[in-house]
């Protein structure tokens, strides 16, 4: 029951707490909802907010770059011809990261140079890793494909292969049975030379002499007694026909008409070439009878060669039809040949194939499969990254403290009626506040000035303390010192002057913790030192491009990254020293002293 | 001189009137005091007096309408202390002696003197948040003298003081006077009022009821005096009114043991003795006997009405 009082006591006071209890409600909804309209759509939508710049200096065809620009197409990517317009590009914040593509060849490792904004660090940085990203998804890609070329190559031909040797063995035992045939066929060919068709005709055209020669036999018999009387016949028929030409002779004399003598000369004549020709015709006769002789005598000869030959012609129509098989053997051993041949053909074409692609694939460097990319980070201003943390720091701080600190004292000097003193004293009230400005200031100024000890300091430590080997950060730039002075200040004083104006609106100091911090948090994520710019809606950025904190860390980042001037820097400047005149000016007329 | 003058001044928050046609005027070296019920407006017309608050009508004239200077020549002790409480008494002297326009030569011997005469040298290096109460309300005293002003403004300087405290603050008044300071207090404490203030001016719902020094204001409106007497065993009813034709009186009033005489002041002394004797012959035992004097508190319930209310 004691702890329920207490509680409930506890719970009474925040409720008391007016001002309090309002932004212990309101603050989730103001950040939340500040937050939420700020960044919805850290999506697809937002993408095109990821600004980077590309700078081809491939001179080869590389599908990277087109896969970069295409497959992308909903970041908002844009080309530039050279580093120089690339550089100028990210300089006034066309794009907010930048890619250099370099590399020696298509089968070479790409070498990618990245360029980032030091002065925008978060959205750069983090557009960079995209990009970064995106190359090394389409490079690996690129190298993946080649593998998986090399991989499929590689299993075609190992299934091939099985094959290649199958036949590789199948013509093995082909080429042995083939020698086993043509070992056959040696034996065989030296016993016979010739064709069976030959030995064939030979043995017809023998077969029709035999018979022809039977035929002659008969009728040479019969006409032998016939034959032998023929030359005397022949001598006594041409006994008679030069009685005739004799006879004619005489005629000549008688007869007195020339034509009659021609005609007469031409019988003559002729009957004379008869006479010639029948004592040719006597002298074959003569031969045809010896012949006639011959072949009764050597009829018995012959007849017993004729069987012999018959003999000899059945041996050689056997040779001859072993000279066709042995024909077949080669035929066949021909055509195994030539499968054999074109087996061989299709593995030397399987092999010549793959070593054509084997040489194609040694043009890809290994490396390139390995680490197709590789990767050089540079930034665009020649500071150390960690400089815009020097100035977020200094941001950060000076609002908490100058913030904070002014309006909890402002307060304080309220509740504890020191106001009212104040108030009746004859110190002018521009005076209580000059002195109340510049004395924050001061501690505003000590703590600038521990940050940027820290910032520019590099003091060796004598051992290291966790990998930590120097006391601070050694920090360069080339601001000048008075006008970073100058930015402090009126950075400070923007924000003195703010925590002034809070601590007039309310009543206690809690109410002016938290009403400070209402403003710091908001403002912290919405200037671009916690969340990234570019994912805010346009509008919003609208909105935090003049929030005191953005332009007090846009400032200090262009005086100690970006190496400008405060009359470069006019506008933040300027916004900065109009908020602080702004509020401190309600704040003077609003408060009595 | 007339320190002080206010005429007709009345003030609004809102609809709310808050003052309404006040008028009074303060003499040099007078200790003025602002009496009045909770809320009547005594801090409301202080403030107008100093210049933090704007009447509505009417109005305000300090040093009969010498400007020079104005805040250097007045103070407000204001009811809560208003210092540095993380800082030492004597740093805090120091700064309101210079914000107060002191020159530093100046600032020293003053803040000196200041610690001394409200005995705060003991804890010159104390912070001011770690002194006791009383000690507190000294510095607080101190921090609005720094610049020696000529019209002091207490607001119920001792509330919350011990009695030994409460003298020495009233002592300290008194100096103040001595030094010529012309001084206005608001309080509650009646018996301050009748010891330190040579004015009085009495308020209720913003409106001027009288002003006059204590001495006439209790005379003319502090009433009666009373007479108790404590009698063992009580009076008898019947003697009650006896003594009530003996004093010719009507009210004659008996609770327990105790008996209520009131007497117009001018014939206090015989209508005492008379029943004294009385009682005496009666045979009752008078154990004590009281006599009430009317004082600046009587005056206060009588004027705002107050009192009528309590006695009913
Ligand atoms: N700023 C203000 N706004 C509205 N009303 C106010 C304001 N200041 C005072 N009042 C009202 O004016 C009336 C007079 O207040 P004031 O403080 O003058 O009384 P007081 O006589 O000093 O009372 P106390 O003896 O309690 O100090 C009160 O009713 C109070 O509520
Ligand atoms: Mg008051």
């Known amino acids: 029951m004691k702890l329920f009082d207490i509680i409930w006591k506890e719970i009474s006071l925040i409720k008391a707490q007016k001002i309090a209890i309002a932004l212990i409600f309101l603050y989730p909804f103001i950040v939340v909802g500040l937050l939420g309209s700020a960044f919805t759509g850290v999506d697809i939508s937002r993408m095109n907010q990821i600004k980077i710049g590309f700078v081809n200096n491939l001179n080869f065809e590389s599908e990277i770059v087109d896969s970069l620009v295409t497959s992308y197409s909903n970041l908002s990517i844009t080309q530039y011809d050279n580093e120089d317009l690339l550089r100028a590009g990210l300089y006034n914040k066309q794009v907010i990261s930048g890619v250099i593509l370099r590399g020696d060849a298509p089968n070479k490792q790409l070498k990618v140079d990245l360029l980032y904004d030091n002065s925008n660090l978060l959205s750069s940085r983090f557009f960079m890793e ?464 | 001189m007339k320190v002080v003058s206010v005429k007709n001044v009345s003030k609004f928050y809102g609809q709310k009137q808050v003052l309404d046609n006040v008028s009074f005027d303060i003499e040099e070296k007078e200790i003025f005091g602002l009496l009045g019920s909770n809320g009547a407006g005594k801090s409301t017309i202080t403030s107008i007096i100093l210049g933090l608050e704007k009447q509505s009508s009417g109005n305000v004239v300090l040093f009969e309408g010498q400007k020079k200077n104005l805040k250097k020549r007045i103070a407000l002790v204001p009811q809560s202390t208003a210092f540095y409480k993380d800082f030492s008494v004597e740093k805090n002297l120091r700064f309101f002696a210079s914000v107060c326009g002191l020159k530093s030569k100046q600032i020293k011997p003053r803040v000196k003197f200041l610690m001394s005469w409200l005995s705060l040298e003991p804890f010159k290096d104390v912070k001011a948040g770690h002194l006791s109460g009383g000690y507190q309300r000294l510095l607080n005293i101190a921090c609005s003298l720094v610049h020696d002003p000529e019209l002091i403004f207490f607001d119920e300087p001792t509330v919350g003081l011990d009695p030994k405290m409460r003298q020495m603050f009233w002592l300290k008044i008194q100096d103040l006077k001595a030094a010529g300071k012309t001084i206005i207090i608001t309080t509650h404490y009646m018996d301050e009022a009748e010891k330190l203030c040579t004015k009085l001016a009495l308020m209720k719902n913003g409106k001027m009821l009288v002003i006059g020094k204590p001495r006439e204001l209790i005379s003319q409106y502090g009433g009666i005096k009373v007479m108790i007497f404590n009698i063992t065993g009580g009076v008898k009813k019947e003697d009650i009114q006896k003594i009530r034709t003996v004093l010719n009186q009507f009210t004659v009033i008996s609770r327990d043991e105790l008996l209520f005489i009131p007497f117009e002041q001018e014939h206090t002394f015989e209508k005492v003795i008379a029943v004294t004797e009385w009682l005496m012959k009666k045979g009752y035992n008078i154990s004590s006997s009281i006599t009430k004097e009317p004082n600046l508190e009587d005056v206060f319930l009588n004027i705002t009405g107050e009192g009528m209310k309590q006695q009913e």
């Open chain 1, 130 to 593: 995209i990009a970064k990203a995106l190359i090394q998804k389409t490079t690996s890609d690129y190298a993946q494909k080649n593998l998986g070329r090399i991989w499929t190559t590689i299993k075609a031909f190992g299934s091939n292969i099985d094959e290649e040797i199958r036949n590789v063995e199948d013509f093995k035992s082909q080429l042995s049975s083939a020698e086993l045939a043509l070992d056959d066929l040696e034996l065989k060919l030296n016993a016979v030379e010739y064709k069976e068709g030959d030995v064939n005709s030979v043995r017809a055209s023998f077969n029709k002499f035999k018979s022809e020669y039977e035929s002659l036999k008969g009728p040479l018999a019969q006409n032998k007694e016939t034959l032998k009387k023929l030359p005397g016949q022949i001598d006594e028929a041409s006994v008679l026909i030069s009685s005739i030409v004799k006879n004619l002779e005489y005629f000549d004399s008688v007869l007195l008409q020339d034509s009659d003598k021609n005609l007469l000369n031409e019988q003559i004549s002729h009957l004379n070439s008869i006479n010639s020709k029948m004592s040719k015709w006597k002298s074959m006769s003569l031969q045809l009878i010896t012949i006639t002789e011959k072949i009764s005598d050597e009829t018995s000869e012959i007849n017993k060669s004729f069987s012999k030959v018959d003999a000899i012609f059945e041996k050689a129509t056997l040779g001859a039809r072993s000279i066709e098989e042995v024909k077949e053997l080669i035929a066949s051993a021909r055509e195994s040949k030539i499968t054999i041949e074109s087996k061989l053909d299709s593995s030397s074409a399987l092999l010549s194939k793959f070593s054509k692609e084997l040489v194609e694939f040694s043009k890809i460097d290994p490396k390139v499969l390995a680490q197709p990319v590789i990767f050089y980070e540079g930034k665009i201003y020649n500071v150390d990254p960690f400089g815009i943390l020097v100035s977020n720091a200094l941001v950060v701080v000076l609002i908490l403290t100058c913030m904070l600190l002014t309006s909890i004292i402002f307060i304080m000097e309220k509740t504890e009626n020191v106001t009212l003193r104040l108030e009746l004293s004859p110190t002018s009230k521009f005076i209580l506040f000059l002195g109340k400005i510049i004395g924050q200031l001061v501690i505003a100024l000590i703590e600038a000035g521990i940050i940027f000890v820290v910032a520019f300091a590099k003091i060796p430590l004598p051992f290291s303390i966790l990998g930590v080997t120097h006391l601070g950060f050694g920090l360069v730039t080339s601001a000048n010192l008075f006008e970073l002075f100058l930015a402090v200040v009126l950075v400070s004083l923007t924000f003195i002057c703010l925590g002034l104006f809070i601590a007039s609106l309310v009543k206690n100091q809690s109410t002016a913790i938290l009403t400070s911090l209402l403003v710091i948090v908001p403002m912290l994520f919405l200037s671009g030192i916690v969340l990234p710019l570019e994912f805010m809606e346009p509008t919003m950025q609208l909105v935090s491009s003049i929030l005191p904190m953005t332009l007090a860390n846009n400032l200090l980042i262009g005086l100690i990254i970006k190496g400008l001037t405060i009359s470069q820097l006019w506008f933040e400047a300027g916004l900065l020293l109009f908020y602080s005149l702004l509020s401190f000016g309600v704040v003077f007329f609003k408060t009595k002293l």
